[in-house]
């Protein structure tokens, strides 16, 4: 997505969609933050701010660029979803992102969210490592199970209240903002 419209010599922002987006990840992160949790009243209705935004200014090809965008956010989350990694409410954050951002800017965003991720997820890690340490054992031996038999069997799921949380609805706030200033100063994505 452009977050610049140019009108002859004229360079004028775009503001809407990055105003919106700041005020939804800024509220998205802080409630994942206290509740683990990012609500549907977050995701849905900028879904249908972005593609009623983008009707307007774009038509039916401004709703074809925020259905695209959407379907992007939604598909670089399913998977990790599925294996138990993340909640629904980051789906569905992503997936609202990228309706105002587009395929592009969602798939950029998601890189940039991953890295984000990655470092936090680093850093709970480190800062948390006796409690890690089960973890990886656990695993490991679930890799090797599945490497000798070809079957994934996970282990149960046990619910321990002292294991820290992962809130990545922060990560994709963080990833989003790097992209929405990368945009903002011009910056070449290939």
């Given at each position: 997505?452009?977050?610049?419209?140019?009108?002859?010599?004229?360079?004028?922002?775009?503001?809407?969609?990055?105003?919106?987006l700041?005020?939804?990840?800024?509220?998205?992160?802080?409630?994942?933050?206290?509740?683990?949790?990012?609500?549907?009243?977050?995701?849905?209705?900028?879904?249908?701010?972005?593609?009623?935004?983008?009707?307007?200014?774009?038509?039916?090809?401004?709703?074809?660029?925020?259905?695209?965008g959407?379907?992007?956010?939604?598909?670089?989350?399913?998977?990790?979803?599925?294996?138990?990694?993340?909640?629904?409410?980051?789906?569905?954050?992503?997936?609202?992102?990228?309706?105002?951002?587009?395929?592009?800017?969602?798939?950029?965003?998601?890189?940039l969210?991953?890295?984000?991720?990655?470092?936090?997820?680093?850093?709970?890690?480190?800062?948390?490592r006796?409690?890690?340490?089960?973890?990886?054992?656990?695993?490991?031996?679930t890799?090797?199970a599945?490497?000798?038999?070809k079957?994934?069997?996970?282990?149960?799921?046990?619910?321990?209240?002292?294991?820290?949380?992962?809130?990545?609805?922060?990560?994709?706030?963080?990833?989003?903002?790097?992209?929405?200033g990368?945009?903002?100063?011009?910056?070449?994505?290939?």
């Amino acid at each position: 997505m452009q977050l610049f419209l140019t009108q002859g010599n004229i360079i004028v922002s775009n503001s809407f969609p990055v105003l919106y987006l700041s005020v939804l990840l800024v509220f998205a992160s802080i409630t994942d933050f206290r509740y683990q949790k990012i609500p549907n009243y977050l995701t849905l209705p900028t879904i249908l701010c972005a593609m009623i935004y983008h009707f307007l200014f774009g038509g039916v090809q401004g709703v074809l660029f925020s259905l695209l965008g959407l379907l992007t956010g939604f598909a670089v989350l399913i998977l990790p979803y599925a294996m138990g990694g993340m909640g629904a409410g980051d789906v569905k954050l992503m997936a609202a992102v990228g309706s105002f951002l587009g395929a592009e800017g969602a798939f950029i965003s998601f890189l940039l969210t991953a890295l984000f991720g990655g470092v936090y997820a680093l850093l709970v890690i480190l800062y948390f490592r006796k409690i890690f340490k089960g973890v990886f054992k656990q695993f490991f031996n679930t890799l090797l199970a599945f490497a000798l038999t070809k079957k994934y069997m996970p282990d149960p799921l046990i619910k321990d209240k002292n294991k820290p949380r992962l809130c990545y609805g922060i990560a994709i706030a963080l990833g989003t903002f790097t992209y929405i200033g990368l945009n903002l100063s011009r910056y070449e994505f290939i």
